[in-house]
Structures are given as C-alpha cells and as structure tokens.
C-alpha cells in the first residue's frame, strides 16, 4: 500500500474497500493522477462512483 500522494502516472486504478477516505476522492480530482495520453481506467469495485461521470470525464470505467 502507498500513500494517495505517491499515486501518480497512473494507467489504472482498482479500488476494492469502500473506505470513507476514497468516497471522499472526487473522479475529477483523481483525473490528475493518471498518466497524460492515456485512457484512465478505474475497477470501482464497490460502486462507489457514478458510472455516468465517470465515462463523462473520460474514465473507462467498470464496476461489479
């Protein structure tokens, strides 16, 4: 595990515990995070996010 500073170029991002400090993470601040020139994914394993805005923010975007 690694601090949320520490996370950047990222290509993809699996979130798996539904942990307050992640609801709290907005999908547009997260953008930030992700490697430029690329399509970020995200597995939102516990649906924490919105899938509209996450793909209207340009995510790939999947969750169970």
């Given at each position: 595990l690694m601090p949320l500073?520490?996370?950047t170029e990222?290509?993809?991002?699996?979130?798996a515990v539904g942990h307050q400090a992640f609801s709290?993470?907005?999908l547009a601040?997260?953008?930030d995070r992700f490697a430029s020139g690329c399509t970020p994914v995200i597995l939102?394993?516990?649906?924490?996010w919105a899938k509209d805005?996450?793909?209207?923010?340009?995510?790939a975007y999947w969750r169970l």
């Open positions: 500073e520490a996370m990222l290509d993809a991002l699996v979130l709290a993470l907005s601040g997260l953008r939102d394993v516990k649906g924490l805005e996450a793909r209207s923010l340009g995510y």
